[in-house]
């Protein structure tokens, strides 16, 4: 029986272990934490529930989809989404309403909007620009005033880089689709037609307990005769005989181990696989590494008392606050908390090692949330902060930067030379993957042990350029 290591127990981990647990192999689990799930583990506090930030299940993969669902059973709601935009302290539907939006910017900003979006016609149809940065997409497709009032802000709080430096990539990827002409008429079009237009998702699924629901009845289903969970077990080394991986180093309760695998799949952060090979990698390698970032997450949760908004979630377009996106998780499930008058609620903060808001203390977190709650009457004088706490996340993020795909492709190549090592998920594929991608990179992987002469390409997955709301063509 051939061995195994799967490292990291979050959506691509668990789905890889599952896939391999039905054929025969030998599998060990690794994950540094004491939960699986990884970003979308779910914690119990104060008999209440808390994500590490929202996430909703959509998919066109209906593979994917059957597995979630029938995982779930009757676990699985339906949740009709709400999610809208907090600008200048008055909320926005998003995807964008063309009427409610024009009604609540007044009519010179309405003017403003509709001149600039005018000229971004100009640019793009007559002068045929093509965008060089996230910012001037944004702006040939919306104009300059919606791109300073509905993408600018938040956009930089999640990424810590200006607009101007956000690769044009990523705008395509996950805002294709929703052009400025598409929000006027898909709300028409709805309506007319009585049906829901393919652009928008109105509604997605959850876990009554949380999204860490799903990955810890996955589990279960692994057959456990084949299959060990190792908590607490952080990989250190990767050593390697020049073409393929030989063991790995792991650190375990402060005990170091030498563990040997006939295969390796590691969704640990992608620059992280080829920083911690031995023998090094050579240094144009080592050098892609360090131009390529991580965008670390801060989530609070807080436990408030009495009527919040309406939101599953809600962004935040205010450069006066540092927070970038609010959740309440009672709006996803009732049972999120045991009593519907206490509302757990993240707000969410993303930094770099080197802020200040990563530096703060649990207590200063705690107060600057509710603080930035209140400035934006998001919470009032009627509801209270009962109890709360930090989670903190490294490297949540691939920093899609301009011209990072260079050195991801300088990375790739050169790990690809170990033919028994496998990069699965989001970081560990350094793709800004949502859930069903990052759990099809875990199974398509495992799946192309067995089928080595038709090899599904996992780095295509999510590699389309489709808006992240939008209908997506199940290519797998």
Not at 449 to 465: A, F, M, P, R, V
Request: contains cysteine.
């Amino acid at each position: 029986m051939k061995k195994v290591a799967v490292i990291g127990a979050g959506p691509a981990g668990i789905s890889a272990s599952y896939e391999l647990s039905k054929r025969n192999f030998q599998i060990d689990l690794h994950e540094k934490s004491d939960m699986v799930g990884g970003l979308a583990r779910t914690i119990t506090f104060s008999n209440s529930r808390f994500d590490v930030g929202p996430h909703r299940f959509f998919t066109y993969n209906k593979e994917v989809e059957k597995l979630y669902v029938d995982t779930l059973g009757s676990d699985a709601v339906e949740v009709k989404r709400l999610t809208r935009i907090l600008y200048n302290n008055k909320l926005f539907n998003y995807p964008l309403s063309p009427f409610g939006t024009l009604l609540k910017i007044g009519l010179v900003g309405a003017i403003k909007i509709l001149f600039s979006y005018s000229i971004s016609l100009f640019h793009r149809i007559i002068l045929r620009k093509k965008p060089k940065n996230f910012e001037e997409w944004v702006e040939l497709n919306f104009g300059k005033e919606l791109h300073y009032k509905f993408f600018k802000s938040y956009t930089e709080k999640v990424w810590g880089i200006d607009c101007k430096e956000i690769s044009a990539d990523w705008a395509a990827q996950r805002i294709k689709n929703l052009s400025f002409i598409g929000v006027i008429l898909n709300p028409i079009i709805k309506f007319f037609k009585k049906k829901k237009v393919k652009t928008l998702v109105d509604q997605f699924w959850y876990p009554r307990l949380g999204a860490g629901q799903f990955y810890e009845k996955l589990i279960k289903k692994i057959n456990n005769e084949n299959f060990n969970l190792i908590n607490q077990s952080e990989l250190r080394e990767i050593i390697h005989d020049g073409s393929k991986i030989t063991k790995i180093s792991l650190e375990n309760n402060g005990s170091k181990k030498d563990l040997e695998y006939d295969y390796f799949f590691v969704s640990s952060p992608f620059t992280k696989i080829a920083e911690n090979l031995n023998p090094k990698p050579p240094n144009e390698v080592l050098e892609s590494c360090k131009r390529l970032n991580y965008r670390h997450h801060i989530g609070v949760k807080l436990l408030i008392t009495g009527k919040t908004f309406l939101d599953n979630w809600i962004y935040i377009h205010d450069p006066n606050v540092k927070m970038a996106r609010v959740s309440n998780y009672l709006n996803f499930s009732k049972e999120m908390s045991s009593n519907q008058d206490q509302n757990p609620l993240t707000i969410e903060y993303f930094c770099f090692e080197s802020d200040d808001v990563w530096k703060m203390s649990e207590e200063e977190l705690i107060a600057l949330a509710e603080e930035e709650l209140r400035k934006t009457n998001l919470i009032n004088d009627t509801n209270k902060v009962l109890n709360g706490f930090t989670v903190r996340s490294l490297n949540a993020y691939p920093v899609i930067r301009k011209g990072y795909q260079e050195d991801v492709d300088n990375i790739k190549n050169f790990l690809s030379k170990f033919k028994n090592l496998f990069p699965i998920g989001r970081s560990g594929m350094f793709k800004y993957n949502n859930q069903d991608h990052a759990i099809a990179t875990g199974l398509y992987a495992a799946r192309n042990l067995e089928n080595l002469d038709s090899k599904i390409d996992i780095w295509k997955i999510n590699s389309e350029g489709i808006y992240q709301e939008g209908e997506i063509e199940n290519k797998i």
